[in-house]
């Protein structure tokens, strides 16, 4: 079954941390680059970070030395792969929506309910 499930958002202070999970089962995933992206209220959905199969990484410059994206490959049994990303130095403007996906330029079949990270004193 194709899954996408995302955790581990929450409220959050200036100058906290969080870790966030992504559960995607399915092929289409444990072949492709991911991402996660972020969708402030009032605006538009927006790739914060990305990992290709092999590892290597790309960063949104607004959370570039503050988030790390990794991923655990699928095993062969049930295609299952595991996106984080950990989030240190969080401010207020990070406050949004987060979802994983497939990278820009691979096929995505549908979008996760996403988890809602808040930050706030």
């Known amino acids: 079954q194709v899954q996408l499930v995302e955790s581990g958002g929450g409220l959050v202070q200036p100058g906290g941390s969080l870790r966030l999970s992504c559960t995607a089962s399915g092929s289409i995933f444990s072949s492709s680059a991911m991402g996660w992206y972020r969708q402030a209220p009032g605006k538009e959905r927006e790739l914060v970070a990305g990992?290709?199969?092999?590892?290597?990484?790309?960063?949104?410059?607004?959370v570039k030395g503050r988030f790390t994206i990794s991923r655990d490959n699928a095993n062969r049994d049930n295609a299952k792969s595991t996106v984080y990303l950990q989030m240190n130095s969080l401010k207020p403007e990070d406050t949004a929506v987060y979802y994983c996906?497939?990278?820009?330029?691979?096929?995505?079949?549908?979008w996760g309910k996403g988890t809602l990270v808040t930050i706030s004193s």
């Open positions: 996906n497939t990278a820009p330029g691979y096929y995505r079949p549908f």
């Open positions: 990992i290709s199969r092999g590892g290597s990484t790309n960063y949104a410059d607004s």
